[in-house]
């Protein structure tokens, strides 16, 4: 009866909340072979995780004339979930054009370039080799929040975000037929962000700080090329820092499908 009253309460007692946050993807569903040709390309659909990284927080009680609302600030990190797309098109034989959007993160573009082995369109057996560089940015509006103060009156939030990235990831895998093909994708990510939370009543907090990610991807790709469908299932260990002070480790799984042409 005591849990059961309890959790009455901690409902009761439940807030709505306005906060600044973005999201750092931890599965990437990079394959090392590039298409090939030129304006030859693919476009993938994913679900994977990623770090949720939340710079600043507003929270209102149910009950304003009991409790005022809380502002809390700086860098906080938990795993979270993600869709993701992306698409690639043939430069050169070697070189792709990438671009890559992912769920209240940064969009994202670059190059990837393959120095070892046979490119996608040839499937040949054997090591692959490729390295992808890219940088990206977003800008979000994160909303207004109206809260209620126990003196009866009421102040308004709104919360604003810049972030700056910069990735690189050293891909090696093997293809062992046409349909099957295996790697290992280590990754580093650098995120540069700028929150601002505003008051109409308080000074304008502003929290700015630098998340860094590193880890490494163990895929398959289940597919043939020419065949236009494949499918991406990986995994990994993945960390992330926020000013080397509030950091999470997170083993990603998740699954991407992809159309090539």
Not at 64 to 75: K, L, M, N, R, Y
Not at 104 to 113: H, S
Not at 114 to 140: I, R
């Amino acid at each position: 009866m005591n849990k059961i009253y309890y959790i009455f309460s901690l409902l009761l007692l439940c807030s709505c909340a306005t906060d600044i946050d973005f999201h750092v993807p931890l599965n990437r569903f990079e394959a090392p072979e590039v298409n090939g040709k030129f304006l030859k390309g693919n476009i993938d659909i994913g679900f994977g995780s990623s770090h949720k990284v939340t710079t600043a927080e507003v929270v209102e009680s149910i009950f304003p004339s009991t409790f005022d609302p809380t502002v809390t600030e700086g860098g906080g990190i938990e795993r979270s979930s993600h869709l993701s797309s992306s698409f690639s098109l043939g430069l050169l034989k070697r070189l792709d054009f990438v671009f890559k959007s992912h769920g209240d993160g940064a969009e994202v573009w670059g190059a990837k370039y393959q120095f070892l082995g046979s490119v996608a369109s040839e499937s040949s057996n054997g090591w692959k080799g490729s390295l992808q560089l890219t940088k990206g940015s977003m800008s979000e509006d994160e909303g207004t929040l109206n809260v209620s103060l126990r003196s009866g009156g009421t102040r308004t939030y709104n919360g604003y975000i810049e972030v700056e990235t910069y990735d690189a990831s050293l891909n090696f895998g093997y293809r062992f037929n046409k349909y099957f093909i295996t790697y290992l994708n280590s990754v580093y990510s650098y995120y540069d962000s700028e929150s601002t939370m505003s008051s109409n009543s308080f000074a304008t907090i502003n929290v700015n700080g630098i998340v860094r990610t590193y880890g490494g991807l163990l895929g398959v790709r289940f597919g043939q090329y020419d065949q236009n469908l494949s499918v991406i299932i990986e995994s990994g260990l993945m960390y992330s820092t926020w000013e080397g002070d509030i950091s999470e480790t997170s083993v990603p799984i998740g699954a991407s499908f992809s159309y090539n042409w």
